[in-house]
């Protein structure tokens, strides 16, 4: 397996390499240190096990190299759609991922929702698209969310090294938007799109890919309203000669909530549905579908979607409720298949940040954090081929089982004493620098309070 690694990552040489420079070999360097480095993948770690790899130039190699991060995703999206790629089975699921970080100068980071810590803390937040067939899936883009702080302040862009056409202010619904069309620009197959319901929320990202032609299945907040008569807005009556024409839509028919709609489902109008195999027996759930008209108030045009929802028998609060433009034909059973397929994306993701090191880097600049996630899309692409190659013999194979087979036989560093008591020495070294910045900043924030205390006395 290891050889395999190395020639895996090899096959991407040709994104390393130029006429003037080659950093193939850091290239190989990082991504063993992914798989060696234990729980913490940063740079000082893989230098510690990787043979001949100084963190200094890893982290020239991430940072300074100008090796192009979108051909290297491009290139894994194109292999992963080889392995995984399905008109109808295969889905490109979007889903957001936020990393903890500290200070103000790594790129775009703020404070904001991190959902992997489930609250408001400084971090970044980027909006990723996954090709997703069953149980396997592999991250094929990658797009940092830029908050209108940033976006804001041209001086902070320049600094971080974003470019130029990136430094307007986009929602991450429409980076998800991006991540689809590219994909599709990209000419990788797959049938349908799925999102959680931060996707779902205001329906311009659903309207958009239903004018793309896409297929989607996608999560909705309960307090969703819904129509299920066709509203038929009409603008207001003119009411005499005078005055500016009727701009506000009306319509007589009420609208629901979709938790409402849930709640007054008679339980016989429930379908009980097979899904798949778990480790814990058979997925069941409850499910049903309804037709739904779509209505934002504010224009007149109308959709006529389909609510779909389930619910895991015996496991209170596991209610997911979905809008799909699915054609009419596409069975129940599917919708509800299709809108269970998050669970796989998160279990991805998961494996990404535990075995493939995805928030375990330590970089600031535009270019180095995009660096860094083609690496980990390799890597992960990498653990789905194995895991298929052996499927027969080893149907319980992990990404975790994996890293630890690659940690163990790939080649390690030789170390000694002396190794070690210097590795030692190099982090007491980092970890007073790191105390006297820390006591630097916090005796500067004292002298402006005081000095704030002061004027506002004086005036």
Not at 215 to 225: A, E, G, L, N
Not at 294 to 305: A, P
Request: proline letters at 3%; charged letters at 30%; glycine letters at 6%.
């Amino acid at each position: 397996m290891s050889n395999r690694f190395v020639g895996f990552v090899g096959s991407y040489s040709e994104h390393f390499r130029s006429y003037r420079h080659d950093v193939s070999k850091g290239a190989r360097q990082y991504c063993c240190g992914l798989m060696q480095a234990g729980a913490r993948k940063n740079m000082d770690r893989m230098a510690e096990v990787v043979p001949e790899a100084k963190s200094r130039n890893l982290q020239q190699f991430l940072t300074h190299s100008r090796w192009d991060a979108r051909a290297v995703m491009d290139h894994v999206a194109r292999d992963a759609d080889a392995e995984l790629g399905d008109a109808r089975a295969t889905g490109l699921l979007i889903d957001e991922s936020g990393f903890s970080k500290q200070g103000r100068k790594s790129v775009g980071v703020a404070r904001q929702w991190l959902g992997r810590l489930g609250k408001v803390d400084n971090g970044q937040v980027a909006v990723f698209g996954a090709l997703a067939c069953g149980q396997r899936v592999v991250p094929v883009d990658a797009r940092l969310y830029l908050p209108e702080e940033w976006t804001k302040d041209p001086a902070r862009c320049r600094t971080a090294g974003i470019p130029e056409a990136e430094r307007r202010f986009r929602t991450k619904r429409e980076l998800a938007l991006e991540v689809v069309r590219h994909a599709r620009e990209s000419k990788l197959q797959f049938g349908w799109v799925g999102a959680d319901a931060g996707y779902g929320k205001g329906f311009d990202f659903l309207r958009a890919l239903a004018d793309d032609g896409e297929t989607f299945v996608v999560d909705v907040h309960s307090d969703t309203r819904v129509y299920l008569q066709d509203p038929a807005p009409r603008l207001a009556e003119r009411q005499g000669r005078l005055g500016r024409p009727p701009t506000r839509w009306q319509s007589q028919a009420k609208p629901a909530t979709v938790k409402q709609l849930t709640d007054k489902r008679p339980a016989q109008r429930w379908s009980s549905l097979r899904l798949r195999r778990t480790s814990r027996g058979e997925l069941t759930v409850q499910s049903f579908r309804l037709p739904v008209y779509i209505w934002d108030g504010e224009s007149e045009r109308v959709d006529r979607w389909t609510m779909v929802v389930t619910r895991v028998e015996g496991e209170e609060g596991d209610l997911k409720i979905s809008l799909s433009n699915a054609p009419e034909a596409t069975t129940h059973k599917e919708l509800a298949w299709r809108q269970r397929q998050r669970y796989w994306v998160e279990r991805a993701f998961e494996d990404a940040k535990g075995e493939c090191g995805m928030a375990d880097y330590q970089v600031q600049k535009w270019s180095a954090w995009h660096h860094h996630m083609a690496l980990v899309m390799m890597s992960m692409l990498f653990m789905v081929r194995e895991k298929r190659l052996h499927a027969k013999e080893l149907p319980l194979l992990s990404c975790a089982d994996i890293e630890e087979l690659l940690a163990e036989f790939l080649p390690r560093r030789s170390t000694d004493k002396a190794d070690v008591l210097q590795r030692i020495k190099a982090r007491h070294v980092q970890r007073q620098r790191a105390i006297d910045s820390h006591s630097r900043t916090s005796r500067r924030r004292r002298r402006s309070a005081v000095d704030a205390v002061r004027r506002r006395g004086a005036s």
